[in-house]
């Protein structure tokens, strides 16, 4: 590696000073480190953090390359103490490893870095549990490819939290925020079986993406059934099916899965999607399944926020699922 940390990142633009010695009850912005120039030591850290600045390919007019900065500037706006669950996220040593780096016109080229990013995470660092603040939905597709660049034995699985099936055709849109679940399932990364969609509903989808899903072997549950059945018992129903079938899942959550007062900044905020509580819920449970390896928050534009309330929630999102961590890990 000659190049921070490895050539295809850039460091954080927004570094926060850690004004405290404290070790516990931190504030988030306090707690999550950065790193130098140097060489570094990786075994102490848990968890990396990835900012992808990217989405040029929204087929709606999107500004969720400036979410990873949006999302940093709330940190300070928490604690790493969760009163729910009496748990302290800073006994977890976390590090944002800043931003893949981004070509100015070249979709394909950007798409590349994003690729070889993960890549380069799980090869110098592979015990780190990688979480990705986006960009677009079809940053997904890359991470996705890049985590099996670099684990091409293991068989993926991908739970995603979505309003959306995201698998508008690939002829049509290329490799759009439309279009990651499609391009992973026929580039032959994921299998369609091994694919579970949770919070689809409302007038959102066309039913020959329904038909795509259902040719596919593509599972998933409309918003209207997990609030029927529980939103917790469907995401533990979908890691329980998943985890018979794949060595590692990968959990993307689209913050436009949110009903539109509670993610009113998202492209594609929309009347009927899921209540805060019931998706911290969600990927607090997958956060605390084994074989969940690697996160995204993805299709947040902060441009379109008010008062913050769809970047604090993404933040609130990102904790929740490292609480499932913490427990996951407080039980091995």
Known sequence: MNHYPYPMLHKPSMIWSKQTEQTTDLKVHEWIETIGDTEVDWSPYDVT????????????????????????QAWKSFGTYNLDEDIDLATLKVVDLGDVKQHVTDIASSHQNIEEAMAAIRSHHPHTLPITMGGDHSITAMLVKGWEKAHPKETIGILQIDSHFDLRDLKIFGPANGTPIRNIMESGTVKGEHIYTIGLHGFFNAKELKDVADQNGIRYTTMKQARKEGVEQVIAHALEQLSQQVDTIYLTVDMDVLDIVHGPGTPAAAPGGMYTEELFDAVQLAGEHPKVKAMDIVCLDPRKDVAQITVKNAVHTMLSFLTGYCKRRNKG
């Open 49 to 72: 953090i990835l900012g992808v600045p990217f989405s040029k390919s929204s087929i709606s007019t999107s500004a969720a390359s400036e979410n990873p900065d949006a999302m940093r």
